[in-house]
């Protein structure tokens, strides 16, 4: 099988992280009238707001957004920001693909009951604001985006965020919480799963620096198959699993050309040959389109790297979104350890 062009790989890459989802129907649903804390237990006494007054944020396009007061009937367009507002105790009144978010982000639980707006790319903006929204969360790297653009027709604010940057990952993602959380009057439980985060992270670290681990070198990929070819996307540099990775102590073996934002390439399977030794992980969620691993499994060359002759070529859990929150990430940190130093 011939190496896919990069030029081809990173186009397909800018559509990322959709392009792996189920997309969600654009019925919407009956949101209940009041907002109510998430399903966690830590979230069962709502005392998480902690401001009341006028809120004034900057957001990731560097526009100035202004609450009267802190936003309590939010809608959400994209599932990492879904599962941050549910972190800081809030459940949205709209979400953008919840069926997609339920498969692919366990992190945090969306309860039944919030309206249904279709597509993350293409909501349905009658049920987005049959809603009632006092904010609209959305994910955009430039302010021609064509949501942002429908969206300034109605008269709600607006917060963009970015959903990845891979100058700096993890920052990034702890960034866009406390942004979100400063438009909720929650910055003070932002601080609270911040600082759980850290110590996720430090314990991670502790407990890989503890363990006899055959390599410290590793790469993370999910795929699909596509015109009865695989595509193989590893999370290079940059990429946020791939940061967690290597805060811990690992080394990401990907070295190729990733984009800027997500630190996603692309290969076939070839391509992973050049990866030498490196343990294998990949996703443990099963695409409702197929398996990709099935696929690999058929494969002469697949059979044939390190990893997988000496069976260390491992799945992380379902449901770990790895382009996700603080939860999300602590999802990843643990799914490292278990995986590896178990």
Known sequence: MRTRSMTAALAAVLLIPSALAACGTSDPQTADETPTANASGECADDTTVTSTGPVEVTDALGRTVTLDAPAQRVAVLEWQQIEDVLTL???????????????????????????????????????????????????????????????????????????????????NMLDTFAMIAETLGRSERADLVADEFQASLDEAKQQIAGAELTST???????????????IRPFGQGSLVGELGEAIGL????????????????????????????????????????????????????????????????????????????????????????????
Do not use: H
Not at 112 to 122: H, Q
Not at 325 to 342: E, I, K, M, N, T
């Open 89 to 171: 105790c809030l459940t949205p009144v709209a979400v953008a693909d919840p069926d997609g978010y339920r498969t692919w982000d366990t992190a945090e639980e969306l309860p039944d009951g919030v309206a249904d707006v279709g597509l993350r790319g293409e909501p349905n903006l009658d049920a987005l604001f049959a809603a009632d929204p006092d904010l609209v969360i959305v994910e955009a790297t430039a302010e021609d985006d064509p949501v942002i653009a429908q969206l300034a027709e109605y008269d709600v604010p607006v917060l963009a965020t970015r959903g990845a940057d891979a100058a700096d990952p993890v920052q």
């Open 251 to 342: 080394t990401n073996a990907w070295t190729g050309e990733v984009d800027p934002a997500y630190g996603l390439g692309q290969t076939d399977i070839e391509g992973m040959t050049t990866v030498g030794d490196a343990t294998l992980l990949y996703t443990g969620t099963t695409d409702p389109a197929g398996s990709v691993l099935t696929e690999l499994e058929k494969n002469e060359i697949w059979a044939s790297l390190p990893a997988v002759e000496q069976g260390r070529a491992y799945a992380f859990p379902a449901g770990i979104w790895t382009f996700g929150g603080p939860r999300s990430s602590q999802q990843v940190l643990d799914a490292y350890v278990d995986v590896l130093a178990s």
């Open 217 to 231: 070198e590793f790469v993370y990929f999910d795929g699909w198959v596509q015109g009865g070819n695989v595509a």
